[in-house]
């Protein structure tokens, strides 16, 4: 339950970080975090029996009664110690980058929460976009809540932006013809709270209102008959392995990668195949038998067929100690472990010679197509060595694991992912 204590300690440990920001520095060093953030967080766990963000994402679990829509805590302590803790509903194929959000953030000016998109939907192309624009019952829908509602207020911010906007920036909409004009990627349909107006009545608002707003939400996320469609596990043909996109864990020897790495792994009930591709290896995915006197698949590349004849199950390859043989890495994988280019697709390109020993793989423009329950992790120490490729550096999320992380009992995908470091630094996270 959200009681008033659990909102303003969620506020006022951001206030804590800020204020030590202000006086000393963007950056927060770990040792301040553990000796005066830290114990912050621990006794907001005993009052409230969790942290900021498991609590938060506990009310959005009660919320939502559909399979195809997951939910997200973010801590403080991601890359950097943030300002602001959250949690979120997206779209379960997607990452909340890249898909619309039902959430609960706090800052250090207070608390908002309801539905905007994530930062990673650049334009208004996105089909939970088009459906608004092109739904006049939904757009009725939306126009209805602000209309009713005391709390929620529409306004266009910059996408992912965790703070609270100005009183008077909210749009005026007299008209329900007026959605389709104003609504865009960077929509905010959300109820503002700042930290002096936080009263015993605010969760219970901040909780009817997610109700409210979570029937919009789900209209919203799944695609009317010709739009794109996003898999689900044990629903859709093939389930997608959230590893599609490959990350690289790094940090020093001795923070528990490679253990992290296998407990996750084992507790996501992932098929995984655990490789150290060092000088030995010739090809990643074939290579010749002289007694046979042909071609055979690696292991690698059994284990990709594993994955193609069983579409329900997710399958994980783990390369440790991925410095070792880079280059041979970076020769036959690289268009296979990104999703961010060739419009999502992931393939492999071989030549005639080997090409049919992947025939159970779709062929599309001379490429063979891998399937979305194959996933990738990459495991080094060596993180230079990966800064300096660029062509490899641009494929891969990095996940920085550090001392603390040993400490740590969350090993779901998810925790992972959420410290994947952002490419260009921001306070833009949602």
Same mark, same amino acid.
């Given at each position: 339950?959200?009681t008033?204590?659990?909102?303003?300690?969620?506020?006022?440990?951001?206030r804590?970080?800020?204020?030590?920001k202000?006086?000393?520095?963007?950056?927060?060093?770990?040792t301040?975090y553990?000796?005066t953030?830290?114990?912050l967080?621990?006794?907001?766990?005993i009052?409230?029996?969790n942290?900021?963000?498991?609590?938060?994402?506990?009310?959005?679990?009660?919320?939502?009664?559909?399979?195809?829509?997951?939910?997200?805590?973010?801590?403080?302590?991601?890359?950097?110690?943030?300002?602001?803790?959250?949690?979120?509903l997206?779209l379960?194929?997607?990452?909340?980058?890249?898909?619309?959000?039902?959430?609960?953030?706090?800052?250090?000016?207070?608390?908002?929460?309801?539905?905007?998109?994530?930062n990673?939907?650049?334009?208004?192309?996105?089909?939970?976009?088009?459906k608004?624009?092109?739904?006049f019952?939904?757009?009725?829908?939306?126009?209805?809540?602000?209309?009713?509602?005391?709390?929620?207020?529409l306004?266009?911010?910059?996408?992912?932006?965790?703070?609270l906007?100005?009183?008077g920036?909210?749009?005026?909409?007299?008209?329900?013809?007026?959605?389709?004009?104003?609504?865009?990627?960077?929509?905010?349909?959300?109820?503002?709270?700042?930290?002096?107006?936080?009263?015993?009545?605010?969760g219970?608002i901040?909780?009817?209102?997610?109700?409210?707003?979570?029937?919009?939400?789900?209209?919203?996320?799944?695609?009317?008959?010709?739009?794109?469609?996003?898999?689900?596990?044990?629903?859709?043909?093939?389930?997608?392995?959230?590893?599609?996109?490959?990350i690289?864990?790094?940090?020093?020897?001795?923070?528990?990668?490679?253990?992290?790495?296998?407990?996750?792994?084992?507790?996501?009930?992932?098929?995984?195949?655990?490789?150290?591709?060092?000088?030995?290896?010739?090809?990643?995915?074939?290579?010749?038998?002289?007694?046979?006197?042909?071609?055979?698949?690696?292991?690698?590349?059994?284990?990709i067929r594993?994955?193609?004849?069983d579409?329900?199950?997710?399958?994980?390859?783990?390369?440790?100690?991925?410095?070792?043989?880079i280059?041979?890495?970076?020769?036959?994988?690289?268009?296979a472990?990104?999703k961010e280019? +060739?419009? !999502?697709?992931? /393939? &492999?390109?071989?030549? #005639?010679?080997?090409?049919?020993e992947? @025939?159970? %793989?779709?062929?599309?423009?001379g490429?063979r197509?891998?399937?979305? +329950?194959i !996933?990738?992790? /990459? &495991?080094?120490?060596? #993180?230079?060595?990966?800064?300096?490729? @660029?062509d %490899?550096?641009?494929?891969?999320?990095?996940?920085e694991?550090?001392?603390?992380?040993?400490?740590?009992?969350?090993?779901t995908?998810?925790y992972?992912?959420?410290?994947?470091e952002?490419?260009?630094?921001?306070?833009y996270?949602?």
């Open positions: 339950m959200l008033e204590n659990a909102l303003r300690d969620a506020v006022t440990i951001c804590n970080i800020v204020a030590y202000k006086n000393n520095g963007n950056n927060m060093p770990d301040v553990q000796n953030i830290k114990p967080i621990d006794n907001y766990r009052n409230n029996s942290t900021p963000n498991l609590l938060f994402k506990n009310i959005l679990d009660g919320i939502k009664n559909n399979d195809k829509i997951e939910s997200k805590g973010f801590q403080f302590y991601g890359r950097k110690v943030n300002n602001h803790v959250w949690a979120t997206y379960s194929g997607l990452e909340p980058t890249t898909s619309p959000q039902l959430y609960i953030l706090a800052n250090s000016e207070g608390i908002k929460y309801g539905l905007d998109y994530g990673y939907l650049e334009d208004n192309t996105h089909f939970t976009i088009q608004v624009l092109n739904t019952e939904i757009q009725l829908q939306i126009f209805n809540i602000i209309q009713s509602s005391q709390s929620i207020k306004y266009n911010l910059q996408p992912g932006s965790p703070g906007p100005q009183q920036l909210e749009i005026s909409i007299s008209d329900v013809s007026q959605i389709k004009d104003v609504w865009t990627h960077s929509s905010h349909l959300i109820g503002v709270i700042p930290f002096q107006n936080i009263t015993q009545n605010s219970l901040i909780e009817q209102d997610l109700s409210i707003l979570y029937s919009l939400f789900e209209i919203i996320c799944f695609p009317t008959s010709g739009s794109p469609s996003i898999p689900t596990p044990g629903v859709d043909a093939r389930c997608v392995n959230k590893l599609d996109q490959a690289c864990v790094i940090g020093d020897s001795g923070v528990g990668k490679s253990y992290r790495v296998g407990k996750t792994l084992e507790f996501e009930k992932h098929k995984s195949l655990s490789v150290i591709i060092d000088s030995m290896w010739q090809h990643i995915l074939f290579d010749y038998s002289p007694y046979e006197r042909k071609y055979c698949l690696t292991k690698i590349g059994e284990f594993a994955a193609y004849d579409p329900k199950n997710n399958y994980t390859i783990l390369i440790d100690e991925f410095h070792k043989n280059e041979i890495i970076n020769d036959t994988l690289l268009q472990i990104s280019r +060739n419009g !999502g697709k992931r /393939f &492999i390109a071989l030549n #005639s010679l080997v090409d049919k992947f @025939e159970f %793989l779709p062929l599309e423009n490429y197509i891998l399937p979305s +329950n !996933g990738f992790i /990459f &495991i080094s120490s060596k #993180s230079a060595i990966i800064q300096g490729n @660029e %490899l550096k641009n494929r891969i999320k990095i996940v694991l550090k001392q603390e992380d040993q400490e740590d009992e969350n090993y995908i998810d992972l992912l959420s410290k994947i952002k490419s260009t630094p921001s306070d996270t949602n």
